[in-house]
């Protein structure tokens, strides 16, 4: 296989810097969800954390280079999960971490950031605008700009989930792997296919935010407008190519799911899992729904990769996705 920017010796070695807390999280066969997907579903639970998603695997490794090297500040942009991930990995290690949001992001998700200790600037825009005062800031100020898949350090924290997926026993079919900015799915995609190459990495994004996806299907970098999606986590609309060149190599596919799909994997999760989760963690519970002869009778994993979620639009979703059941 070609090379992508990641190293595995790399990847091994950010176990060792990572908080434990935030490794070897649960992976279990879920037989209850079985009888309505169609196949043999396994859940790799990313969500049982301070942080409640996988984003703290990445900032883990950022935050443990700046206490070593320095500087100790540092600013990114978020959607919320990377945020609060970087305030409390930053906490910790006596880092000064700026975070730049919407201020129509989620506000569980912007109210956690706060309580972390770090400094929110809200912007009257997308993610993309975020990312835009997060770069100047980190210019003006002269201190470390965190940018999401970009930095190497977010996807090989986040590979360490393949490493151990790779481990698992019984081995699996395919993953499936919500698809927004890249850092998952690359460092995922990555491990998977060195380690597991006879499995199928299948990358899931919204319709509603297709930049990724339609940029992996013609394989150059492809820009959209305005994103449509409950799925915040991954509603980015300008891929980075760095980033697209590796998922290039390791995503065997990437397919996009509709907004009732997304609602009807959450209710899902919770009537058959008893998990609640945000709309980016359902992404895989979808794709199998949309295409359930795919997968029929094979082994499929899908990373629950967050559930920080506004409890009331919560309630719509899951109560849209009953109606819409009915």
């Known amino acids: 296989m070609q090379e992508t920017r990641l190293d595995t010796a790399r990847v091994r070695a950010?176990?060792?810097?990572?908080?434990?807390?935030?490794?070897?999280?649960p992976l279990y066969r879920c037989e209850a969800l079985e009888p309505h997907l169609g196949c043999t579903v396994s859940i790799k639970l990313e969500t049982a954390n301070p942080v409640r998603s996988f984003?703290?695997?990445g900032t883990e490794v950022v935050a443990s280079l700046l206490a070593e090297h320095g500087p100790r500040a540092v600013v990114c942009a978020s959607a919320g999960n990377l945020g609060q991930a970087l305030a409390w990995s930053g906490r910790g290690r006596g880092l000064d971490v700026t975070v730049v949001?919407?201020?129509f992001a989620t506000a569980a998700k912007l109210d956690r950031i706060r309580?972390?200790?770090a400094r929110l600037e809200l912007v009257d825009g997308d993610h993309e605008m975020a990312r835009e005062r997060a770069a100047a800031i980190a210019r003006h100020d002269g201190i470390r700009l965190l940018e999401d898949s970009e930095d190497i350090e977010t996807c090989?924290?986040?590979a360490t989930i393949g490493l151990e997926l790779a481990d698992a026993v019984p081995s699996f079919d395919a993953v499936l792997v919500a698809l927004g900015g890249g850092a998952l799915a690359t460092g995922v995609g990555h491990v998977v296919k060195a380690m597991a190459p006879e499995a199928e990495?299948?990358?899931v994004q919204p319709l509603g935010a297709p930049a990724m996806t339609h940029s992996w299907r013609r394989r150059r970098v492809v820009t959209t407008g305005p994103t449509d999606t409950i799925a915040?986590?991954?509603a980015g609309r300008r891929p980075i190519p760095a980033v697209l060149d590796d998922l290039l190599l390791v995503?065997?596919?990437a397919v996009l799911v509709q907004e009732a799909s997304i609602m009807a994997g959450m209710r899902m999760l919770l009537d058959h899992a008893g998990l609640v989760v945000e709309p980016s963690a359902a992404l895989g519970i979808a794709a199998i729904l949309e295409d359930r002869d795919r997968f029929a009778g094979r082994h499929v994993v899908t990373i629950v990769c967050g559930s920080n979620v506004d409890m009331d639009a919560y309630h719509r979703w899951i109560g849209a996705a009953a109606l819409h059941r009915s």
């Open 201 to 203: 990495v299948i990358c």
């Open 156 to 158: 090989e924290g986040a």
């Open 101 to 103: 949001a919407s201020r």
């Open 251 to 253: 995503a065997d596919d």
């Open 232 to 234: 915040d986590g991954v």
């Open 55 to 57: 984003k703290a695997r």
């Open 14 to 25: 950010a176990r060792r810097v990572i908080d434990p807390m935030f490794l070897d999280t």
């Open 115 to 117: 309580a972390l200790d």
